[in-house]
């Protein structure tokens, strides 16, 4: 594909309700990251992939975020019990094996009522 | 705590104007620093990536400066266009790896006629 895509561009969600978004990064990128960007800041780190393995998760702020990549290509951001401040938008990058470059999706913007 | 700061928050310029935009960091130790635009509603696009080697990089009308002494980096924009309005955001890491990256708030710049 020409880049990094996200699904879907935006999503309301009752509070209480689970949300899955979904990230198909670039074909053979190796890497792939999950920001989250709220209203007027920059994206904050919340988990990163190498493959299919998860090999850093300090950023999801609780135990309601779960992410995964179990064939190391597209990947699921599932938000459980979804709350008020989890309202942002929510960024995906990939990044191949030797370039320092990530290449970032358009989001996904969620809104918790 | 590893922190990026951006000046100024926002700033309005006329169209055809240079302007200057400052980043201020305290990551370390610095493996590398990158500006990213972002346009409304979409994710960050590379502009520039500099180590700590190189003290200055162009990408057209986009000049990024830095200075690892002084933790500090400018991204100047010349003959300023329409299409130069978004916001800016300053990136620093402290690996030579892919994560995680320090995301500075980032200037939103408008240019208008």
């Known amino acids: 594909g020409a880049g990094v895509s996200q699904s879907p561009r935006y999503k309301v969600a009752k509070r209480g309700q689970d949300v899955a978004l979904r990230c198909d990064p670039i074909s053979g990128h190796v890497s792939l990251f999950w920001y989250q960007q709220a209203l007027g800041q920059g994206p904050e780190f919340l988990t990163y992939?190498?493959?299919?393995?998860?090999?850093?998760k300090s950023g999801l702020p609780s135990d309601r975020f779960f992410a995964e990549r179990p064939e190391g290509s597209v990947s699921t951001l599932k938000i459980q019990r979804t709350q008020q401040e989890d309202s942002a938008v929510y960024l995906c990058?990939?990044?191949?094996?030797?370039?320092?470059?990530?290449?970032f999706g358009p989001g996904t913007r969620l809104l918790v009522l | 705590k590893n922190q990026v700061e951006q000046s100024p928050q926002s700033l309005i310029i006329l169209e055809g104007k240079n302007c200057t935009l400052q980043c201020n960091y305290t990551v370390s130790p610095f493996s590398n620093l990158r500006w990213y635009k972002q346009d409304t509603g979409r994710g960050p696009v590379s502009l520039t990536i500099?180590?700590?080697?190189?003290n200055t990089k162009s990408n057209g009308r986009y000049t990024a400066t830095l200075d690892a002494d002084t933790k500090q980096s400018s991204l100047h924009i010349t003959a300023s266009q329409l299409s130069d309005s978004a916001s800016y955001i300053c990136?620093?890491?402290?690996?030579?790896?892919?994560?995680?990256?320090?995301f500075g708030k980032g200037t939103r710049l408008s240019v208008i006629a």
């Open positions: 990058a990939s990044l191949r094996g030797s370039e320092e470059t990530q290449y």
């Open positions: 992939f190498q493959n299919e393995a998860q090999l850093d």
């Open positions: 500099m180590t700590f080697s190189e």
């Open positions: 990136v620093v890491s402290d690996y030579t790896g892919n994560t995680p990256l320090v």
